[in-house]
Every structure is written in C-alpha cells, then in structure tokens.
C-alpha cells in the first residue's frame, strides 16, 4: 500500500527545476510531502488535501490529481538547500505510509 | 518552538536485549507514532497511539515491540529481545490531531539503534 516515487534520484545544477512524482494503487485524500536531510529526521514541507486545499511552503508547490491517484512536488530554481531526499506519504487506509524517496542533489 | 524530542540520540545494545526508546512529543499533540528507518532505506511505520491505546499498527511491529504513554509526557517504544535486524534509526512523531492524514507529523531527531 505504499506510494510509488519517481525518479529515484535526481541531479541539478544550482537554479534548474525539477519534478518528483508520486502515485498510489488506492484511493487518496491527501498526500503529505517531506525533506529528509542525511543524518537528520524528516520536515514536513506540504500536505495537498483532496479537493484543492493546500498548505504548503513558499519556494516549493505540488499539485495533486485526485482521479489519477497522483501528487507530483515541483521545486523551481533550485538551491544547494533543497537537496535531499524527498518523501510522499499517503493514508489511505489511516496511518502515513512513505514512498521509497527521492534523492535530490543539487549541484553548485 | 515547540519540537518533538527522543533519547538517547544512540543505544547500542547485545543481541537478545531489551531496549527502551524514549519520546517526549509535542505537549499539545495528541496522535504520536513511532516510525523506523533502516540505513539508506525508506521510513516505515510502526505504530500510531491514540487516547492510551495503540490506534494502528504494522506488520513489522510484531510481538517484540510494545508502546507506552507511562506519564503525561513519554512515549516509549520497547523491544523486548532485540534482533540484528532490529539496527535502524528510530523517529518519533506527533500531531495535534487526526490519525496523520490530514495533519502534519512533528518529527523527533531520531534514536540511533545498533545491535551487536
């Protein structure tokens, strides 16, 4: 019942964009986004509620898609901040199941 | 701030061990979990704890684990004959309400656990 991530990994320079993606098999009512820095626990960084609501953080949004079961995170002009790896967390049966995360590594 | 804390930071322990892992959750929230994360893997779910009681649980959190709110402000995570396997990073989470689909969850630092 865990979300699938894609891609795996991905490498930036300073400044590019780019798209992690997660889906689910099952029926979703939120997705939740987090960064998880080496060595350090997860930060929450959105939730997308179904039906449009979001709360999020200000460099970075993410759009979910109810009817394909899908949320994708977008982080524009990315800085060496944001690496890290990325997880997407659905509760579609209750309790958070995390997707195998994203390793982004953003490059000077 | 208010921010969730665990101790200790690491716990090195014999195979075979009991070891107690400890949270002090956010001191409003009232859903507490308790996930692991094995070096490089992803963060699986334990365990969610409601109203002194155990709200869900995984299929890893066999017969081994056990939770406990002892106090108003401890969330314990005990595992009572410690496997190899067992080694991973140990978080901590709370939320102020719902059972995490709606709310975001507080992370703890984590608590590192190496079984010898």
């Known amino acids: 019942q865990q979300p699938v991530q894609s891609p795996q990994a991905v490498i930036l320079r300073e400044g590019e964009d780019a798209v992690i993606n997660c889906s689910s098999s099952?029926?979703?009512?939120?997705v939740h986004w987090y960064r998880q820095k080496h060595g350090e626990a997860p930060v929450f960084l959105m939730i997308?509620?179904?039906?449009?609501e979001q709360k999020g953080h200000e460099k970075i949004s993410a759009s979910f898609n109810e009817k394909k079961q899908q949320s994708s995170l977008y982080l524009t002009a990315s800085q060496l901040s944001y690496s890290g790896t990325y997880f997407c967390?659905?509760?579609?049966?209750?309790?958070?199941?995390f997707g195998a995360g994203t390793r982004l590594t953003v490059k000077p | 701030e208010p921010e969730v804390t665990q101790t200790p930071s690491h716990q090195v322990t014999q195979m075979g061990q009991e070891v107690i892992l400890r949270c002090v959750p956010i001191?409003?929230?009232?859903?507490f979990y308790w996930y692991r994360q094995i070096l490089g893997q992803k963060v699986e779910f334990l365990v969610s704890?409601?109203?002194?009681?155990?709200?869900?649980k995984s299929e890893i959190f066999d017969d081994q684990f056990s939770v406990e709110r002892p106090d108003g402000s401890n969330f314990t995570l005990k595992i009572r004959s410690t496997k190899l396997e067992d080694s991973a990073m140990y978080f901590c989470?709370?939320?102020?309400?719902?059972?995490?689909?709606?709310?975001?969850?507080?992370f703890g630092p984590g608590t590192r656990l190496t079984v010898l």
């Open positions: 997308l509620l179904k039906g449009g």
């Open positions: 704890f409601y109203n002194n009681e155990i709200s869900e």
């Open positions: 967390g659905t509760a579609p049966d209750g309790d958070m199941r």
């Open positions: 001191s409003n929230h009232l859903y």
């Open positions: 099952k029926a979703l009512y939120s």
């Open positions: 989470a709370s939320s102020e309400l719902g059972r995490g689909s709606y709310n975001e969850q507080f």
